[in-house]
């Protein structure tokens, strides 16, 4: 039977417990067969204070799967959509390539794919989740920074961390409603 109880997919992030590896990176353009040069996640370093007092953080960063996506809204073919769970994707077939979507993103998650003629970005690996599974940098990361998981169920792990825990998100002013939750 299928499911049609509603769902609403969110990552949580521990960034303090980023080492930075990359791991995340890596498995990302494996599964997805991310082009050279092009990245659909990534580690965003800040260094503070001065040697021998320094120190480093590490913030894994993707599209935030937007609850109110300005990438959507700007696509004049309706390319760019946005699936009942939350996920945000591109169809390949409807996409243009006007690029529109790269330019009203506040995250810069998108980029052009020159061997296709259209724009991608993260897919929370929906190919993945269909099947009951968790995105490739979420298996992947030896430290455990990223929960994966359903906000509409009051038992899952995301919806506890959020319940229990201070977090952020980034940029809220845009009004987008990003869906990657930073824990402090
Ligand atoms: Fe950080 Fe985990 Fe990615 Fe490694 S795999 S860089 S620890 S988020
Ligand atoms: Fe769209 Fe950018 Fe939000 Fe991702 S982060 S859903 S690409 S506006």
Redesign the pocket.
């Known amino acids: 039977m299928a499911d049609t109880k509603k769902k609403r997919y969110v990552l949580v992030l521990d960034s303090k417990k980023c080492i930075n590896c990359k791991a995340c990176v890596v498995a990302c353009k494996a599964e997805n067969g991310v082009p050279v040069g092009k990245f659909r996640d990534w580690i965003t370093e800040e260094r503070r204070g001065t040697w021998p007092r320094l120190m480093a953080t590490f913030d894994p960063e993707q599209?935030?799967?937007?609850e109110n996506?300005?990438?959507?809204r700007v696509c004049p073919t309706g390319a760019s959509w946005q699936r009942k769970d939350g996920i945000?994707l591109v169809n390949y077939d409807d996409c243009i390539g006007c690029r529109y979507?790269m330019i009203?993103?506040?995250?810069n998650?998108?980029y052009f794919r020159e061997d296709l003629g259209v724009v991608d970005?993260c897919t929370l690996c929906a190919h993945r989740v269909d099947k009951g599974g968790i995105p490739a940098c979420v298996e992947t990361c030896p430290s455990k920074v990223r929960v994966f998981g359903d906000l509409e169920d009051p038992s899952s792990d995301v919806s506890q961390l959020l319940n229990t825990r201070r977090y952020l998100v980034k940029k809220p002013e845009t009004g987008?409603g990003?869906q990657l939750y930073y824990l402090l």
């Open positions: 599209c935030m799967h937007c996506p300005s990438c959507v945000v979507c009203a993103c506040p995250y998650a998108r970005k987008n990003p």
